[in-house]
């Protein structure tokens, strides 16, 4: 039983966001997310009104798998074309200071992860010389 308290406590991590940091350029959208918010999601919508939204994105990537390449040349250049301006933005951001910020947030997360393991070893010692203590004073009698 404790061998599982402790494999679930080891276990239990925490997905964290990462956070855009000030002025960062946002990513371009795939094709296939151009082509759905354009066309695809008011088409499926379209033949399946009572659709859910589950269902609705099952039907966008069965549709968007079965068209043909010419159809998708359109939605990949502009991916092609959003690529090109984000490289270009994400570098002149670099360059005005986001290298700086990439660095100090990569430095906070390093010290973040590093609390949580000294506070847990400080835990641990506290128990031990807790159990030592008991230990003692059973001893004693």
Known sequence: IHFYKRLTAQLSLKMVKKTK?????KRPMTAYFLWMNEEG??????????ASITEVAKK?????REMDGTAKARFEQMN????????EDYKEWLE???????K??????KN???KPAAKAKGKKKAKESSEDEVS??????
């Not at 940091?21 to 350029?25: K, V």
């Not at 999601?41 to 009572?50: C, F, H, M, S």
């Open 96 to 102: 005005d200071g986001g290298e700086e910020l990439l």
């Open 21 to 25: 940091l000030a002025g960062q350029p």
């Open 60 to 64: 966008c990537g069965e549709e968007w």
């Open 104 to 109: 100090q947030q990569k430095k906070d997360a």
């Open 136 to 141: 003692e004073i059973e001893d004693s009698d």
């Open 41 to 50: 999601r008011a088409l499926v919508k379209g033949k399946n009104p009572e």
């Open 112 to 114: 973040a992860k590093a």
């Open 80 to 87: 092609k074309d959003a690529k090109k301006k984000y490289d």
